[in-house]
């Protein structure tokens, strides 16, 4: 028996998605374009990866002037949720205490990063 499909988005279809956050809605080969700019693929390969994300309605079309419009479906929060929860429970046994740590000890976070970290805690206080 198969597992289901993930609703998730891949890497893949997350460049898709930052395309049509920074853009708005775009035709299949603006798109292909703009993905081109980061990494060479076929536009063939964008069309599919729309279709399969369509499925997973992270994206919606409608029709344009020369074919269809794509759109994002799902906005960065909810796309970013999903995404840092999978991480949260698979590498960190639901810890954020140990994402951060991680990220601490593992030197990404810069002074800034530290700072605007520490802000948001305290601003937070209370709140919860």
């Known amino acids: 028996m198969s597992r289901p499909r993930s609703t998730q988005p891949t890497d893949g279809e997350l460049e898709i998605l930052r395309v049509l956050w920074d853009?708005?809605?775009?035709?299949l080969g603006f798109l292909h374009g703009?993905?081109?700019?980061?990494?060479?693929?076929?536009?063939?390969?964008v069309a599919t990866m729309l279709k399969v994300m369509l499925e997973k309605q992270l994206v919606r079309r409608s029709r344009g002037d020369r074919g269809f419009l794509w759109s994002a479906r799902v906005t960065r929060r909810v796309a970013t949720r999903g995404l840092v929860g999978r991480l949260l429970e698979g590498a960190f046994d639901g810890s954020a205490r140990g994402l951060v740590s991680h990220l601490l000890e593992d030197g990404r976070l810069s002074a800034e990063d530290r700072a605007d970290v520490r802000?948001?805690?305290?601003?937070?206080r209370g709140k919860r």
Do not use: F, Q
Request: charged share 30%; with cysteine; proline share 9%.
């Open 34 to 45: 703009e993905i081109c700019d980061i990494r060479p693929v076929a536009k063939t390969t």
């Open 23 to 27: 853009s708005g809605p775009a035709e």
């Open 119 to 124: 802000r948001l805690l305290d601003n937070s």
